[in-house]
């Protein structure tokens, strides 16, 4: 009798409440340590950070800012334009700001964030921020209703920005 034919037979006459097989599924084992979240952050042309443990991460959610610490609840967060915190281990804070994306926080305390477009803080001019913030906002009251839109829309933006000029 065949091997195949044999496990066929065997299956067939397991009891229902029996499981023939069972498999187990896990996540995996390189967990970062238990004060840490293991972090990626990745752009279409660039990884900024590859499965390194960090401290904290505070991130620009549309549901509202989302700061991630160690052992967080998984959850799927849409970013909206912002300021990404990221405290290292050292106790450094890095600053990059997103243009938009999202942030996958899995059980293990993995974060993955996925992002169009991420600067540093010091690529940014505070003087800079706030003469573009002044015209936006001439702008958003003043012109067509498209005008106004885009201004809004641009506004919305620099005023994200500005906490990096703080």
């Known amino acids: 009798m065949s091997a195949l034919r044999l ?13 023939a ?9 390189a967990a970062p340590a238990a004060d840490k979240i293991r ?14 443990d960090v401290i904290q991460v505070n991130l620009p959610s549309v549901s509202g800012d989302l700061g991630v610490l160690a052992n967080h609840v998984p959850v799927i967060e849409e970013l909206k ?14 600053q990059f700001f997103v ?4 942030a996958v926080v ?3 305390s993995l974060l993955s964030i996925n992002a169009v477009e991420a600067y540093p803080a010091e690529d940014f001019s ?20 498209l005008d106004q839109v885009e201004a809004k829309i641009e506004l919305e933006v620099l005023e994200a920005l500005s906490a990096i000029a703080k």
Do not use: M, W
Not at 12 to 18: D, L, V
Not at 21 to 29: H, K, L, N, Q, T
């Open 7 to 19: 496990a066929t037979r065997t299956l067939s006459r397991a009891r229902p409440t029996q499981t």
């Open 21 to 29: 097989f069972r498999s187990v599924r896990g996540y995996a084992d």
């Open 39 to 52: 972090l990626s952050l990745a752009l279409p042309h660039q990884t900024l950070y590859e499965n390194s």
């Open 81 to 94: 334009p912002g300021v990404v915190d990221i405290v290292e281990e050292t106790g450094a804070i890095k």
């Open 99 to 102: 243009s938009g994306g999202f």
């Open 106 to 108: 899995q059980p293990g």
């Open 126 to 145: 505070a003087e800079a921020i706030r003469a573009q913030l002044a015209e936006a906002q001439k702008n958003a009251t003043s012109g067509s209703e």
